[in-house]
């Protein structure tokens, strides 16, 4: 089959490559444009712009295929197909209409739930244990075509936003494969979604990365997993924006007092770096990047900057965002 591929994340070039090493031919690469470096220092095109180029793909590098010169090359490459992995943009009926087969989106959740934007992070935040990908034929509406076909995935408790994320895009690829096979041969099933079970996550802001010491400790390492690696939860240090990395429970948490405000610095020897939680609980940071300044783990922390136990707290009113934070990946 003639497929057009297109996608912008990191997420999506595991897609992309198993597309290139098919039997099917990639007409056409679409990706957004390379968007400004940071301090000036030129232009950066996108994860499946660089993997197009090493695998030697037709590309086009356009802000929209929905008008313009998107629109004309994705009508000149007259494909059976359009794949859609993290590329971000809704497509109306008459972008659909395009392929002569429809188009077919990789989604990182087990469709009805999560729909729209950041279903890797949901699922994290919301502590679930299973999610999975789905293929499905696009239709108008934000992610509510039917499904073609469809891989649970169980949720390791050490896994973060950036590894639970990469291992899906994997698992995802073969999966598109194999709905590509189902449609070459013409044995394709599409199964309605059940709108009875259909959640949507949303577009994730800043205020959603801020961390609520007084929540509980479980619930706080939740948000952390959810942000990690990048763009990064956050909280306060010495008036200053801090992203947290990484957390767990703390082993053997303290006695805390009840008086004891959520937030304050516990623990803080060695490689210990305990903060109270809601509830009398207890999380142990680390890994963490005050602004400006490298990822470090709790030790080069604390050797750097000395906190001082039950007099210090993470969290105070200040809860700007780190200057120069990325935005979460739009693997929707």
């Not at 007409?27 to 030129?42: E, F």
């Not at 490298?294 to 136990?309: I, K």
Request: include cysteine; hydrophobic fraction near 40%; proline fraction near 8%.
């Amino acid at each position: 089959m003639r497929v057009v591929f297109a996608g912008n994340d990191v997420w999506s070039v595991p897609s992309l490559r198993a597309l290139a090493s098919s039997r099917h031919e990639v007409v056409l690469t679409c990706t957004r444009s390379p968007r400004p470096a940071r301090r000036g220092k030129g232009t950066v095109p996108t994860p499946v712009a660089a993997a197009a180029t090493e695998l030697e793909l037709p590309l086009l590098e356009v802000d929209t295929i929905l008008s313009g010169d998107g629109r004309m090359a994705l009508e000149r490459s007259a494909p059976d197909v359009l794949v859609v992995v993290a590329y971000g943009e809704l497509l109306p009926p008459d972008i659909l209409a395009i392929p002569s087969r429809g188009a077919v989106n990789m989604h990182f959740s087990l469709l009805p739930r999560y729909r729209g934007a950041g279903p890797v992070q949901h699922a994290l935040l919301d502590g679930c244990t299973e999610t999975g990908v789905t293929t499905m034929l696009l239709d108008e509406g934000m992610d509510t075509g039917p499904i073609l076909r469809s891989l649970p995935v169980a949720i390791d408790l050490t896994e973060d936003a950036g590894t639970l994320g990469a291992r899906l895009a994997l698992l995802g690829a073969g999966l598109l494969g194999d709905t590509l096979e189902d449609f070459a041969s013409g044995t394709e099933r599409l199964l309605v979604q059940d709108e009875s079970l259909a959640t949507y996550g949303g577009k994730l802001t800043a205020s959603d990365r801020r961390i609520d010491w007084g929540a509980s400790a479980a619930s706080i390492l939740q948000r952390v997993r959810a942000f990690a690696p990048d763009p990064g939860a956050t909280t306060t240090f010495r008036g200053q924006a801090v992203k947290v990395l990484a957390t767990s429970l703390a082993a053997a948490p303290p006695e805390i007092a009840p008086s004891v405000t959520p937030g304050s610095i516990i623990t803080a020897a060695g490689e210990d770096l305990v903060v109270a939680a809601g509830k009398g609980g207890a999380v142990s940071i680390l890994a963490l990047a005050p602004a400006g300044k490298a990822h470090m783990n709790a030790r080069s922390f604390l050797a750097g900057y000395h906190p001082r136990p039950q007099e210090e707290s993470f969290g105070a009113a200040d809860t700007r965002a780190v200057p120069g934070d990325n935005p979460s990946p739009s693997e929707g």
